[in-house]
């Protein structure tokens, strides 16, 4: 059969074609999101301040949810500071080092922060010179909360040398030190503090951040087995080798956790896709086999030996653009990280882990889908008893099967009952209900596709008048004999419709309602911020509220959190973004409270968004366990509800339930309200000039995410569209040019009896017309309820927020393709006389 296949692969390939670019394309996506996903679960972070350390002991930085998959954790988690001792007696250990990194910057003469990197981590103990093989020291440690030390190239930049006093901003506390050194490195460095002094600016109450171990040559591996026996049970986590990088840069390691979340949220669209387009072109394939196909049947071929054959021809040209995408996917996978990096969705020392797995499982899965695709295909005719099957084998069944109608008509009318998912779930679980509908919907029409198709033709051809063209009434009379041909088109190109506007209009809806939830939502004027000192001073918020004409100035910050809550029997938690307000939060935001009050923001309290709090049973006064960004659990009281949960996020922490669990210790910035006059805003400005490192920002709403500006994530869905958008367009070009090029023998039959090559190219156009009036009637009958509701459960309006022009683009696209693809093939056809047409294979 496999030989026989291949033999008849070999004279099809016209109809194979399609096939082949539909696995070609399917190969390049499906191995893109593997390598994304394996990169989530094996890439490693390069290591660059601690590249010569062997061994480090650190808390871990993930919380695992009961059988689901780690959440990294991105707020640094502390260890005993007298861990490192201990360490240091273990044989073979050559330096234990307690590591701590905080924020601090150096300002110069004029008031200037002097650059240094990441502002957030420039701090470090003494003891962390350790780590630096290369260095040069001109001058002394420095010895007391008075001293520190410079890496060169902060020392030149800020003028300074050893013996020197500068000034210095060390985790909000701005103070004048003398240098005592000057190291010359080439690695990192940083400002240098006594080792004392460092631990208490951490603020860890004593405790780490890690503890580095050097090793002697060669004693590495033994001493690493020997760190694990001693903290056995401790929770902690020893890392070596690569791992090491991940430990340092926390940043890293939580974006590279969220690489198998994206590959996964994008690989059931793209599988669906893949599936639907390749489903389609096997059908094309198989469909100019039909009259094979019944031979076969008629000289005793037994009905699994057609589906076997038709799946082993289809399997062997899928492997050729299979292999052929394999390779194109690995590019287009490392573009992919690079779209990411530009964005500021993962760190670009973050690499992608490249393995052959991601090879291995592309063609496995085409080869399921084209098997199972081909075998359905094929499943009618191999049915049918012989003499049936050749009687069909020029022409389509006339009725088309009631049962996949009605399934059709099923899932369309279920796709729209839960397109009412957005008014009752105001959040992104209930938006993405728009595209499933849709998605769901389409398959829908391409059940039902041939008998609405049979139908519409049927009451056109009752409309014809009399005197109608020969070409025209040949097009409704294919349109009603050939329905599932028509309908095949017609289902593609809703597809493109559908899908380009439930997809697009989701994501801008919900752009548009989160900025406006935050921009009706601020009530403050202006946003100070300290991005060069990595955070704002703590005294910064109580002298702005003393400026004269501010009537509130109160500290924001965002920190990561998680909610777990139970569903069934299954504990779900997922990392959100949370902001951490104070009791006076009401005075600078409104968050359209519905119960409780936000000034009671004190302590071990929250708030949480209205729908989170009815559906998981979290009202006023109740208590919720939280994972905070370190993995400190704790119990919050709920003191408040409020409605604009998607805006400003499903939880609101209280300013002291998080002191202590960031890694800065710092405030993102501080929210000012003035009573609105000139002189206010003058004031305020001057007061931030006055303080270095302060930024003043008159657009809070901007900084708290009500921005206009595209998301990344916003930016990852659009690229995804396109890339999908852009194989539905070829995969549509390929099944109706295989189509088109299937009716050789029509077009000769009808020239043969007296048709014109212009009548036939007339009647190919008013088909390429009634495809698309039907296409574009249907697509945008499918996308404007879940669209409409969307809008009024997001945006309280029956439109989307969107692109106005973009259902006129997608409606030209839809138009210039379906006449380009319908007309070219047409021509080639008509060049070659019906008499050798109809002798030559279709």
């Not at 299979?322 to 573009?335: H, N, S």
Request: net charge neutral.
């Amino acid at each position: 059969m496999l030989r026989l296949a291949l033999h008849t692969a070999r004279h099809r390939i016209a109809a194979l074609l399609a096939v082949v670019c539909a696995t070609l394309i399917g190969a390049i996506l499906i191995t893109c999101i593997g390598v994304i996903a394996e990169s989530g679960l094996r890439s490693h972070a390069p290591a660059n301040r601690l590249a010569p350390a062997d061994i480090t002991v650190s808390a871990s930085q993930s919380y695992t949810p009961s059988g689901d998959f780690p959440v990294a954790l991105p707020e640094r988690a502390g260890v005993p500071a007298d861990l490192a001792g201990q360490l240091a007696e273990l044989p073979g250990v050559r330096t234990a080092i307690g590591d701590v990194s905080f924020p601090a910057a150096i300002i110069d003469a004029r008031g200037a922060v002097v650059s240094a990197g990441d502002p957030r981590a420039t701090g470090h103990s003494w003891s962390s010179t350790a780590l630096l093989d290369d260095a040069r020291i001109s001058g002394t440690a420095p010895t007391g909360p008075g001293e520190i030390a410079l890496d060169n190239d902060l020392a030149t930049a800020a003028g300074v040398s050893a013996g020197d006093q500068v000034a210095v901003s060390a985790a909000g506390r701005q103070g004048n030190y003398r240098v005592s050194a000057v190291v010359t490195t080439a690695r990192p460095g940083g400002i240098f503090f006594a080792d004392l002094t460092a631990v208490e600016l951490a603020g860890r109450g004593g405790a780490v951040d890690l503890v580095v171990l050097r090793t002697d040559a060669g004693a590495a591996g033994s001493v690493a087995t020997e760190v694990r026996k001693t903290l056995d049970g401790s929770g902690l986590l020893v890392s070596t080798g690569s791992e090491i990088g991940d430990v340092e840069d926390l940043g890293a390691s939580a974006a590279r956790s969220l690489l198998p979340l994206l590959a996964f949220s994008m690989a059931g669209t793209v599988l669906l896709i893949i599936g639907f387009i390749v489903g389609g072109a096997s059908a094309v394939s198989i469909g100019a086999q039909r009259q094979d196909l019944a031979l076969m049947r008629a000289i005793g071929a037994l009905p699994r030996q057609i589906r076997r054959f038709t799946a082993a021809q289809a399997t062997i040209v899928a492997l050729v653009g299979t292999v052929i995408g394999l390779g194109a996917g690995y590019l287009v996978a490392e573009q992919f990280r690079r779209m990411l990096v530009s964005i500021g969705l993962v760190p670009s020392s973050l690499s992608l882990t490249v393995s052959p797995w991601p090879a291995i499982a592309a063609p496995l899965l085409l080869t399921v889908v084209v098997q199972v695709s081909a075998r359905c295909a094929t499943w009618r005719t191999s049915r049918l008893p012989a003499t049936e099957a050749v009687a069909e084998s020029r022409s389509e069944p006339r009725t088309p099967s009631i049962v996949r109608t009605l399934v059709g008509v099923l899932l369309i009318l279920g796709a729209t009952a839960f397109s009412i998912m957005p008014m009752l779930n105001r959040s992104e679980i209930g938006a993405s209900a728009t595209t499933i509908a849709g998605i769901v919907a389409v398959i829908g029409l391409a059940m039902a596709g041939p008998a609405f198709v049979q139908r519409l033709s049927r009451v056109l051809a009752r409309m014809l008048p009399a005197g109608v063209s020969a070409p025209t009434w040949l097009a409704v009379a294919n349109g009603r004999g050939y329905a599932l041909r028509m309908a095949a088109a017609i289902t593609t190109l809703a597809m493109t419709v559908v899908f380009t506007l439930t997809y697009t209009f989701t994501q801008t809806t919900m752009l548009a309602a989160t900025a406006s939830e935050v921009q009706d939502g601020t009530r403050a004027q202006f946003r100070i911020s300290a991005p060069e000192l990595g955070g704002v001073p703590g005294d910064v918020a109580a002298a702005a509220a003393a400026v004269p004409g501010v009537q509130t100035a109160t500290p924001v910050s965002s920190t990561t959190v998680l909610w777990p809550y139970q569903i069934v029997d299954e504990v779900e938690a997922e990392s959100e973004s949370a902001l951490v307000l104070t009791g006076a939060a009401p005075e600078v935001l409104d968050l359209g409270v519905r119960t409780g009050d936000l000034a009671e923001l004190t302590g071990a309290t929250v708030a949480v968004d209205d729908g989170a709090a009815g559906s998981r049973d979290a009202s006023v006064g109740s208590e919720i366990n939280l994972v905070l960004g370190d993995g400190q659990q704790v119990k919050a009281k709920v003191v408040a509800t409020y409605a604009r949960g998607l805006g400003f996020g499903t939880v609101v922490l209280s300013h002291d339930l998080v002191a202590g669990h960031t890694t800065t210790g710092l405030d993102d910035g501080i929210l000012i309200r003035t009573d609105g006059t000139d002189a206010a805003k003058q004031n305020v400005a001057a007061f931030t000039a006055s303080r270095p490192g302060l930024v003043l920002d008159d657009d809070p709403a901007a900084a708290l995410g009500g921005t206009t500006t595209v998301s990344p994530e916003l930016w990852i869905n659009i690229a995804v569209l396109a890339v999908l958008l852009g194989y539905l367009l070829l995969g549509i070009a390929n099944k109706i040019v295989a189509a088109t090029a299937q009716r050789r023998n029509e077009f000769a039959t009808l020239r043969l009896i007296g048709t014109t090559a212009r009548q036939v190219r007339a009647m190919m156009r008013r088909e390429a017309a009634l495809i698309c009036i039907t296409s574009l009637a249907t697509g945008l009958g499918l996308s404007v309820v879940p669209v409409v509701l969307l809008s009024i459960g997001f945006l309280h309006q029956p439109w989307p927020a969107g692109p106005v022009w973009l259902t006129p683009v997608i409606a030209v696209v839809v138009v210039v393709i379906t006449f380009l693809t319908t007309d070219l093939p047409t021509r080639r056809l008509l060049r070659t006389p019906p008499i050798e047409a109809r002798t030559q294979p279709s």
